[in-house]
């Protein structure tokens, strides 16, 4: 196992923003491993969201989450949440064991040498995975009502290695007239939630964003989604999934697997995921398979 490394983000917040809930601790002693997850909220809110599946492995699995600086997730709020840079870096050298990753990390991640994911939220009772579409929108009171409207104008991506943030757009766009660079200038956001911000302020004409993380804006009431027009609209993409890294004991992936198949998601989880109640397993080349073609045609494009 990996020694933690000092990729912890700011400072620690207070214990009572989330912690584990009491429970007996399980026969023998837990086995650490460091979790990392991505920048997409803060400490706290991805504690609130995600305590619950967290509390649920400690318990279920027989495991001790911990940040990159060994500190227990059951006795600190202090989770950590990374750019994506640091994100593929921790898991890719196994500095992180336990990671939800978005979609578009994932080729290069498995490239790497590391597992394919292991669990995505779906539908217990269908089986069916979650996902999402890249759609690219703009104000719905703006004159734009097809993608040709936005050549020679102003289109939002988030950051480079974002899948429907950047690497979908550039893959599929020429498809519809619009070759990022050009057709339209290409501004990095920094994030979906900024590009559909700038997009409702006026900074963009239009913006490439996640469809799952642009409904979370409005079960959140961020944004009216009355107020946005969608343009264009990609098939379905796999959402942000888990990995384990390689150098996790066989044991113990079979216990971390086991249970998060069995954590039945929290009202407050259901609504921000709707129609997603439980962890699902990942067929990767099938369920990937449209990021993977994003995937293909972006290493082609750089050589």
């Known amino acids: 196992m990996a020694a933690p490394c000092a990729l912890a983000q700011g400072n620690t917040a207070p214990p009572a923003a989330r912690s584990f809930e009491t429970a007996p601790k399980a026969a023998g002693a837990r086995y650490p491993l460091v979790l990392a997850m991505p920048r997409t909220y803060s400490k706290q809110e991805t504690m609130g969201i995600w305590g619950g599946y967290y509390s649920h492995l400690a318990q279920c699995a027989n495991v001790s989450l911990r940040n990159q600086v060994g500190e227990s997730l059951e006795q600190t709020a202090n989770v950590d949440v990374l750019p994506e840079k640091d994100l ?66 102003k289109i939002a991506h988030t950051t480079p290695t974002s899948n429907s943030g950047n690497l979908a757009p550039r893959a599929l766009f020429p498809a519809i007239g619009l070759t990022p660079e050009k057709n339209y200038e290409v501004v990095f956001s920094n994030g979906h939630e900024r590009s559909v911000m700038g997009v409702m302020h006026g900074f963009y004409d239009a913006a490439a964003v996640a469809s799952d993380l642009f409904s979370r804006m409005v079960v959140k009431g961020e944004v009216r989604g009355s107020s946005v027009r969608t343009l264009w609209e990609s098939p379905p993409f796999m959402t942000e999934s888990w990995i384990m890294t390689k150098d996790v004991p066989a044991d113990v992936q079979a216990r971390v697997k086991k249970c998060s198949m069995s954590y039945a998601f929290p009202a407050q989880l259901q609504k921000l995921l709707p129609g997603n109640d439980t962890f699902v397993p990942v067929n990767y080349q099938r369920d990937f398979a449209t990021v993977l073609e994003v995937y293909s045609k972006s290493q082609a494009a750089v050589k």
């Open 88 to 153: 593929i870096e921790a898991v890719k050298s196994g500095k992180a064991h336990l990671a939800q990753v978005n979609p578009g990390l994932v080729p290069q991640i498995v490239a790497a040498g590391q597992p394919a994911p292991f669990a995505v939220p779906g539908n217990k009772a269908t089986g069916k995975p979650n996902s999402y579409k890249l759609i690219l929108i703009s104000r719905v009171d703006s004159p734009y009502r097809t993608p040709a409207d936005l050549v020679g104008k």
